[in-house]
């Protein structure tokens, strides 16, 4: 979301004297530039995971080693995607590792001269009953010069000329802490808010280059998590343009638009939407229908175990959406989609074809919130208008959203009314708002209490995590960052006794 802050900055800026600023303070380049740097791992599909990193120089010929021992890299995978895109230093390099073994960790050396072993949990089948859990953390920034402190008071600035990957981030460091808690982590948009440069005064005659600079700094912050866990993101609007503030686009040059920096760095990591592993034949026919019209990074699925997530693009790409040409956030983003109605589509047959005795839980993740105790500008009714009812048609069990900087909870609810069964086997979704991880605009206070609204927190940076416990059972848990301490959790309990839901 955009600030004030960053409007009055904007009005500012004729007052002030050029070269009186300093410059925006990059990272240091490597004398070895084929060293890797802001790993990111990604599902890619059945046992298939993607290994993304970048360079500080194009590699002919990407690869990756790795094996099930740390010591016995026996395996090799190579692919010639090197890409990069006006304005940034780096290329974006993507590797693919195929025919896994599920739920197994593996070891990788992303080949370099300059570069470590580091490991990964492979993907569990689609269906697997094992419990397990991963994280929801939307709306996370960096730390550091161009970005906050870690203590509660995010009034204060730092002013630290340059943070290396130390995981000082509270929402990162209790990440890195409990990495052997979770499985994965999404992260529906929002990512390293580069587009925020403005509200740093040594920016502000050197956007292009503050814009590059906290990109290539966050990514750096979160590489130990996201080169660890599988981690799927989705856009948010901070991943737009490099400027967030209305009618102030003109500021970015052509390379740092429409939404270019995610579409290099996600695009080829990213999963389209997986086959079907129903023996139902029209469920095998929607999840081919869904695969053809999937657009990753934008809108796709993936399974893992219990559970079938769909991400969305609550930015584009559906009537009245926010970033479009036209849109209410004045970014003059996308569409991506071939035809308008093509997300919306694609969602339809990707819900059609969940089989629930396959993957009894349905997740949707996405960025903007359509309910929020914030303000009605934080609640997007144009993608409710266009989700919610796919969402409530095919039985979604759990929506999870960001954009809002706190922590909420709601009862299951559908047009703006809480179901009647509450947590016990109700139809409509439950809803949640991750959207307090942390980043340079700060929290968002805890607005008015809502008659379907079960919990709200807006003190301290904090996420979620998803406990997948049985075919039955979904417990969420708000875990404050800082110390772990655990704020709100709840328990979803579903029948699943209908394999393909249609209400």
């Not at 890797?36 to 194009?58: C, D, E, F, I, M």
């Not at 809803?431 to 079960?454: C, F, P």
Request: proline share 7%.
């Amino acid at each position: 979301m955009a600030t004030s802050s960053s409007l009055s900055l904007v009005k500012g800026l004729p007052l002030l004297a050029a070269g009186a600023i300093a410059a925006a303070t990059y990272p240091a380049i490597p004398a070895d530039l084929s060293t890797p740097v802001q790993q990111r791992l990604a599902l890619n599909g059945p046992g298939s995971v993607t290994v993304g990193w970048n360079t500080y120089k194009q590699l002919p010929q990407p690869c990756v080693n790795y094996g099930t021992s740390p010591t016995s890299l026996t395996s090799k995978k190579c692919s010639t995607n090197s890409v990069t895109y006006a304005t940034s230093r780096t290329w974006a390099n993507v590797v693919t590792l195929t025919n896994l073994t599920p739920a197994t960790t593996y070891y990788y050396k992303i080949v370099s001269t300059n570069s470590t072993v580091e490991h990964f949990f492979s993907a569990r089948t689609p269906g697997d009953t094992t419990p397990f859990a991963f994280n929801a953390v939307i709306d996370l920034g960096v730390y550091g010069r161009d970005g906050y402190t870690i203590d509660g008071d995010v009034s204060k600035r730092d002013s630290i000329p340059l943070i290396d990957p130390s995981l000082n981030h509270t929402t990162i460091g209790r990440l890195a802490s409990t990495v052997d808690s979770y499985e994965f982590i999404v992260h529906p948009g929002d990512i390293g808010y580069a587009d925020d440069w403005i509200l740093k005064a040594h920016n502000w005659f050197d956007g292009k280059d503050g814009y590059q600079a906290i990109t290539e700094e966050f990514f750096n912050q979160l590489a130990p998590i996201s080169g660890r866990k599988l981690y799927m993101t989705s856009p948010g609007n901070h991943e737009a343009s490099c400027q967030e503030v209305p009618l102030t686009s003109g500021l970015c040059p052509a390379g740092q638009k429409n939404f270019t920096d995610f579409i290099n760095r996600f695009g080829q990591t990213m999963p389209t939407a997986f086959a079907s592993t129903s023996a139902n034949e029209t469920a095998k026919i929607n999840a081919n229908k869904a695969k053809l019209l999937a657009n990753p990074p934008f809108w796709f699925s993936f399974e893992y175990g219990m559970v079938h997530v769909v991400m969305i693009d609550t930015e584009t790409d559906f009537t009245d959406a926010p970033d479009q040409p036209g849109g209410s956030a004045a970014l003059n983003a996308g569409p991506f989609g071939r035809y308008p109605a093509q997300q919306l589509e694609f969602l339809a047959a990707d819900l059609a074809s969940v089989d629930r005795a396959v993957t009894p839980w349905v997740i949707v993740a996405g960025h903007r919130p359509w309910y929020s105790t914030g303000s009605s500008s934080d609640r997007c009714e144009p993608c409710r208008a266009a989700f919610e009812p796919l969402l409530y048609k095919y039985g979604v069990d759990l929506a999870i959203f960001g954009h809002v900087h706190n922590s909420q909870r709601f009862a299951p609810t559908y047009n703006k009314v809480a179901d009647p069964a509450g947590m016990n086997n109700p139809k409509a979704p439950m809803y949640i708002v991750a959207g307090g991880a942390g980043n340079i605009e700060g929290l968002s206070g805890a607005g008015t209490n809502l008659t379907y609204n079960r919990f709200v927190y807006a003190d301290e940076f904090s996420y979620a995590t998803v406990n997948l416990l049985d075919a039955q059972r979904l417990q969420v848990d708000f875990i404050r960052s800082e110390d772990g301490a655990l704020l709100d959790r709840s328990v979803l309990f579903k029948k699943h006794g209908q394999r393909f839901v249609v209400q």
